[in-house]
């Protein structure tokens, strides 16, 4: 079988295929033999504990990493080849936003188009409010990545990934850090670029919540391995103690008035 | 430390190769330009002064006991354009804007703003390196081209104010003229551009390769620093060879 096949022309998005993939650092294993497909315009989550490997994994799906073994292709072309960025535009959208700080929103968001001279500047300027409005960021353009909130930047970033029109967009834990109304944001914007645009979209997180709710396919990666492979429902009735035992992680804290009984008492003063 | 050099030396080459983009960088570069000459310009002019100054009182007095008081300016004049200013402004230059470059770029690298450009099909070596290394090699030169005539009139001024020398300033500057040439000055300049080679692609080499949160970025300036300066005195015998070999 050819470990690349060439992409559907008839699908906006591209699919995406890992083959064997290991990797490790100072000879301690933290990928390994890792095999799963993305199918184009699907939107795929990658959840896992936190130090399972998902970061490492979704830097290997764009070339930012080496791989030890294995091989990975997006679109039918093996990433790390120099034509891969060349033929398929595939965006990033980081944990931290990863917004160049000595630009402004505007020109962070505009910097894929400036850079490769694919607009004039005017045309520039109005694609950036308008994938900015998108993502609900208004009056921002000027601003530096330092003056916005967590959040703005993470949509910001967003914005930027979107003024690519990318065939496949990669998300890194995209609702870490922000509170539960920004997350349903971030969360419903993810599917809907999904569903509108047809982008096939592979979503890293630990956030079981959005992951069950926007996934179609989705993966378990536990200490570099992929422990559950499928649709919602059927990793959701994986057998695998520790997919349980993650899926099932909850607070279990003593109900109030258990714990007043425990609590010590203080005598009152008159 | 082989495989320091050798990342140096790769990315030097992906530099030079990046070249025919320079025109499409050159707001980026005016930029750099501006950290380079405009900002460092007080610091030169303060240093050059006083080192042709103290250049002038340390050969002044010997020369005078000798009675070649009218030797002094070509003394005070070679010394600072072929070597002083040169090695003077490149390690200023190293510490003013190499350590910042570095910590930068360093600080970039960390915070996955140089992968984000790598995800968007920016090169860095193309956005990041070669405005600086542009505006480093043109800087430099220049700013030793004014350390010399600043560190001349201060040799000037010493030589004129100091009683056991306490020669005129014609026969400071006539004394110049006959030594220096515009040869020397170029000497100078040149080994200014290879210098800022040095600095340029050692501190951008080091931010890009940081590794780690903010004690990372610490490391990385105090690297980029040493080892620019340890090369440009280490260099600067071989510049020097070089260059008489062509007088």
């Not at chain 2, 005070?76 to 910590?103: D, F, K, Q, T």
């Not at chain 2, 009683?163 to 005129?168: D, E, L, N, P």
């Not at chain 2, 003229?177 to 040869?183: K, T």
């Amino acid at each position: 079988m050819d470990p690349c096949p060439p992409p559907d022309p008839n699908q906006r998005g591209i699919g995406l295929s890992v083959r064997g993939l290991c990797k490790s650092y100072d000879g301690h294993p933290v990928l390994e033999d890792i095999n799963f497909e993305v199918r184009p315009g699907e939107l795929f989550v990658i959840m896992g504990p936190s130090g399972s490997g998902k970061t490492v994994l979704l830097k290997h799906l764009i070339g930012l990493e080496q791989p030890d073994a294995g091989q990975i292709c997006v679109g039918g072309v093996p990433v790390g080849s120099p034509e891969m960025l060349d033929r398929h535009r595939v965006a990033m959208v980081f944990q931290s936003g990863a917004l160049l700080n000595s630009l402004t929103v505007g020109e962070n968001v505009g910097l894929y188009l400036s850079e490769h001279r694919l607009k004039p500047p005017e045309e520039i300027r109005r694609i950036v409010a308008e994938k900015l409005a998108l993502v609900g960021l208004k009056d921002v353009e000027d601003k530096m990545p330092s003056e916005l909130s967590g959040g703005m930047r993470k949509r910001a970033a967003l914005a930027r990934a979107l003024v690519m029109d990318p065939q496949l967009i990669l998300y890194d834990e995209p609702t870490s850090e922000l509170d539960p109304l920004i997350a349903v944001t971030i969360g419903e914007e993810i599917l809907r670029l999904n569903r509108r645009m047809g982008v096939t979209s592979v979503v890293v997180t630990h956030e079981r919540e959005l992951a069950f709710g926007i996934a179609h396919r989705m993966a378990i990666l536990f200490q570099g391995r992929l422990l559950a492979l499928g649709t919602p429902e059927e990793v959701r009735a994986s057998p695998h103690p520790e997919v349980q035992r993650f899926l099932q992680a909850g607070f279990h804290f003593d109900s109030p008035s258990e714990a007043n009984q425990g609590a010590p008492h203080h005598e009152k003063h008159p | 430390m082989f495989q320091d050099a050798g990342e140096v030396l790769m990315l030097l080459w992906r530099t030079f190769r990046a070249l025919p983009c320079a025109w499409r960088q050159r707001r980026k570069v005016f930029e750099q330009l501006f950290e380079v000459g405009n900002a460092s310009l007080l610091m030169a002019c303060v240093l050059s002064l006083f080192i042709g100054g103290v250049l002038a009182l340390q050969t002044g007095p010997v020369l005078a006991e000798r009675g070649l008081s009218n030797f002094i300016g070509q003394v005070v004049g070679l010394s600072l354009c072929r070597e002083l200013a040169p090695v003077m402004m490149a390690i200023l230059v190293a510490g003013r804007v190499g350590s910042a470059w570095a910590a930068e770029i360093g600080s970039m690298t960390v915070y996955q703003e140089v992968d984000a450009l790598r995800t968007m099909n920016i090169d860095p070596v193309r956005y990041l390196v070669l405005p600086r290394m542009i505006a480093i090699v043109v800087g430099l030169p220049v700013l030793v081209l004014f350390s010399v005539l600043v560190g001349w009139v201060g040799g000037a001024f010493i030589a004129y104010l100091n009683y056991q020398v306490g020669i005129s300033f014609h026969a400071y500057f006539s004394s110049l003229r006959n030594g220096v040439d515009a040869w020397d000055v170029l000497h100078g300049m040149a080994k200014g551009a290879g210098f800022a080679v040095i600095i340029g692609i050692i501190c951008c080499a080091q931010g890009l390769s940081t590794i780690g949160g903010p004690r990372g970025i610490g490391r990385t300036v105090t690297k980029a620093v040493v080892n620019s300066i340890a090369f440009i005195l280490l260099l600067d015998y071989f510049f020097t060879r070089f260059l008489m070999l062509l007088d």
